[in-house]
């Protein structure tokens, strides 16, 4: 068993994340090519399997990071991890529904540095190519037709509503001038945590574990979901445009209530003071004025921000967050090198830059 | 038990929907309850509960079809109604979180006499209703924890499938020249068929029947289904502005491939040539354009669609729809109070006018 502070297994991560992506991609794609024409093609694209012209792709799917943990947590109970490839898929696709309707009700035009769905498709295939990666993920779970397959639905759902919960909070936030540190936590926690808290354990579930292991992996699940969160704000604010395939600064433009701007609201002296009233008057502005910010006015705010300790505190939380993810594996007697990987992954989520 | 030919029982279809209406309200705002704010708003505007400015109001809630189908389902295989309330909530939502989609899809501003969400709420919110509303039906279900249960939530989830399969080849169908009547059934079958043959089995699932019955009242729900869409393509060509509360030729102003217009374009006949030729056209306008058509051009094509004998072979597809959904009662000894009652609501859907 490798302990977390003696230097992340890159090497194991990336191996983790490749059987992620390998290991249910026939079922994904047996799945989304269940699907009426055209929905088939536009969830292809989306999935990065063709480019927009319809010619087949090697794009970027993403980091397979939900897949790979439902493979991993099926090992956890013993069972092969093959046992959670429905689950994988099932959870892959709630994640890619909500990816799809996030873009559109957000106007996001990029994601994986190509154009989104409703950019090339147009917003009603975005909505509906959504619905339907939504009602296919409930499908493959109960098509089991197994008394674990409903454990897993149910768990699946409760977390979906969760998901939509939190980008209604997100999106209510970007309106307010202040959010409070809980209210934002509890809001990541809906919108990151409870669909990792349910990769983690969905394996298990199908994997005939019992609920007090599913709780436990749940547990991981949901604060790696915090802590990739932190990481995650720290680098909308922070992060290298080159890297991230964002503008600089882009929870910034779009008002996002993230970690940093929290807890630096929160914090006492000028600079979150002089940072309160900014935002108080950014909040009055409507997005077309707001977008037509010259690019030092964002550099300001993330200056306040940072000064404030709104930065640190979100690193810090990173590491907080990764210790009791960590934690909560002790909640299962599992294989050591199969809670290393679990480790492993939570040291490399918190040490990414992209 | 009342023959299908003694006239409607519209006494007893009146008590039926009532029943529909009033015995899963608690439920269904307990459930809508549960949805983060302002989500819960948005959506007991959407479902009349509350105006626009959010004050209490008695608005239309719809017709409540599908959760008076899915109480009478258990009863007919001899359990109380009440077995059915969460499947009865369950569908209603799918249906709901369809109509949030839909209107915002196909740009319908009005919905029951009402502006629709996106109208009021913005399409982002409308979006992410829907998506709620649509966990949520799942999560009804699946809370309960029983087999029974896990088999009705995977019949509810097929039929969500069909009907997002069902509105994307709708979508498609209208930039079309044509489309032959088979499609056309199918289609309908999809958007319409498939949750209300879902509705007409939930029930008996939750109420303990076995598969057998469960699919021949599936059978009665699909051609039910369709006996109504044959109706409601006649009303959304012919139908009185006033009683549907859409605008005259409402369906050839959307370009709708619907099972009138199919026929027509499959008759022989000068009135069905020079229809294929007039929407031959059409296909190739933007909405734009078509929508500055003349009034008259519009009753131009209602004409040629009567004349080729379209608004006939709907008429007749009704009561086709209708003999065969009467039928598939046969495969399920019930009691003939309950039969009559189903016998009673088919008669009614074919003989409305909104």
Redesign the interface.
């Known amino acids: 068993m490798q302990p977390a502070d003696a230097g992340i297994d890159t090497a194991g991560v990336t191996a983790l994340l490749g059987r992620g992506r390998t290991l249910p991609l026939a079922d994904l794609r047996a799945a989304v090519g ?6 088939d093609t536009v969830a292809a694209y989306h999935f990065g399997w063709i480019d927009a012209q319809g010619r087949p792709s090697e794009g970027d799917g993403g980091k397979a990071v939900r897949p790979a943990l439902a493979l991993l947590s099926a090992e956890a109970v013993g069972a092969a991890p093959e046992a959670a490839i429905p689950g994988a898929v099932a959870v892959e696709l709630v994640h890619n ?1 909500s990816l799809l ?1 996030d873009d ?2 957000d106007g996001d035009e990029q994601r994986r540095h190509r154009d989104t769905v409703w950019k090339v498709h147009g ?2 295939l975005a ?2 190519v ?3 990666l ?3 993920a ?2 493959v779970l ?2 089991l ?1 197994t ?1 674990e ?2 454990r897993a ?2 768990r699946l ?2 977390a ?2 969760a998901l ?2 939190g ?3 997100d ?2 936030f970007e309106h307010r001038e202040r959010v409070d540190v809980t209210e934002c936590l509890e809001m990541e926690g ?1 919108k990151t945590g409870a669909l990792l808290a349910c990769a983690c354990s969905v394996g298990a579930v199908l994997g005939g574990g019992d609920e007090a292991a599913a709780d436990a992996l749940h547990a991981y699940g949901y604060h790696l979901g915090l802590a990739f969160q932190a990481v995650d704000d720290v680098l909308g604010i922070w992060g290298d445009p080159l890297a991230t395939g964002k503008l600089a600064w882009s929870d910034l433009r779009r008002r996002k209530k993230s970690m940093p701007v929290a807890a630096a609201l929160a914090a006492p002296g000028v600079a979150a003071e002089r940072l309160g009233e900014l935002l108080t008057a950014d909040a009055k502005k409507s997005q077309a004025e707001f977008e037509d910010f010259d690019e030092t006015e964002f550099a300001t705010r993330a200056a306040l921000i940072e000064e404030a300790g709104g930065r640190a505190w979100a690193e810090a939380e990173a590491r907080r967050q990764h210790a009791v993810a960590v934690r909560a594996l002790d909640g299962v007697a599992m294989a050591p090198g199969v809670r290393a990987q679990f480790v492993a992954l939570a040291d490399f989520v918190i040490e990414r830059s992209r």
């Open positions: 269940r699907l009426a024409a055209p929905m529904f309707h559109l009700m917003p009603a909505v509906l959504g619905d339907a939504f009602a296919l409930q499908e109960l098509e037709g008394a397959a409903a639905a149910r759902t409760t979906s509503r939509i919960d980008q209604a909070q999106i209510s809906n």
